[in-house]
T-cell receptor
Framework: DVKVTQSSRYLVKRTGEKVFLECVQD?????MFWYRQDPGLGLRLIYF???????EKGDIPEGYSVSREKKERFSLILESASTTQTSMYLC????????????FGEGSRLTVL | GIQVEQSPPDLILQEGANSTLRCNFS?????LQWFHQNPWGQLINLFY???GTKQNGRLSATTVATERYSLLYISSSQTTDSGVYFC???????????FGAGTRLFVKA
């Protein structure tokens, strides 16, 4: 079975802190994605990566950056966390073809105080 | 871009009842998935079904790509079926997966 693992299920951070959310997949997938989910707004794509060291902005990249140094790991970075970034963050991966099945991690619920 | 509409937005069932959830999409797609989001927030893969019919236990799904819709059937519903069901699609030439707004299901004991 495909496994996508997110490093933390629940985090509480203070405004201005730097936050790292880690995601690891074990199926040698080329594509990896970070989404955030908020009530009434659905799932919104923050960034995606189609290969090591390659990244593309999604719909809401402002305030975020990403890193993909190894194929299996995709990190989401909040350089200076704000209360507006309190949300559920979901990582996903799939094979290179956009016909591939998308698999999600368990999610990371971030609260910024 | 592709628009994805799910209906109904909310559904309350008595345990044991059957239901049909619908997903309409506005353009041709080359992938379609159904997910169940459990109360803890995790998105669980139910079906990868760009066309045709699949069954897995009490759940089945049908996608009629030429008519741009997919249906998810839940039979003999259980309280553990509660949660939000999402339809998600993608088309050629793009990386993006487009999600519907979801159907929130509550199954009463």
């Amino acid at each position: 079975d495909v496994k996508v693992t997110q490093s933390s299920r629940y985090l509480v951070k203070r405004t201005g802190e730097k936050v790292f959310l880690e995601c690891v997949q074990d199926m040698d997938h080329e594509n990896m994605f970070w989404y955030r989910q908020d009530p009434g707004l659905g799932l919104r794509l923050i960034y995606f990566s189609y290969d090591v060291k390659m990244k593309e902005k999604g719909d809401i990249p402002e305030g975020y950056s990403v890193s993909r140094e190894k194929k299996e790991r995709f990190s989401l970075i909040l350089e200076s966390a704000s209360t507006t970034q309190t949300s559920m963050y979901l990582c996903a991966s799939r094979t290179s073809a956009n016909t591939g099945e998308l698999f999600f991690g368990e999610g990371s619920r971030l609260t910024v105080l | 871009g592709i628009q994805v509409e799910q209906s109904p937005p909310d559904l309350i069932l008595q345990e044991g009842a059957n239901s049909t959830l619908r997903c309409n999409f506005s353009d041709s797609v080359n992938n379609l998935q159904w997910f169940h989001q459990n109360p803890w927030g995790q998105l669980i893969n139910l079906f990868y079904i760009p066309s045709g019919t699949k069954q897995n236990g009490r759940l089945s799904a049908t996608t009629v790509a030429t008519e741009r819709y997919s249906l998810l059937y839940i039979s003999s519903s259980q309280t553990t079926d509660s949660g939000v069901y999402f339809c998600a699609v993608g088309n050629t030439g793009g990386f993006k997966t487009i999600f519907g707004a979801g159907t929130r299901l509550f199954v009463k004991a």
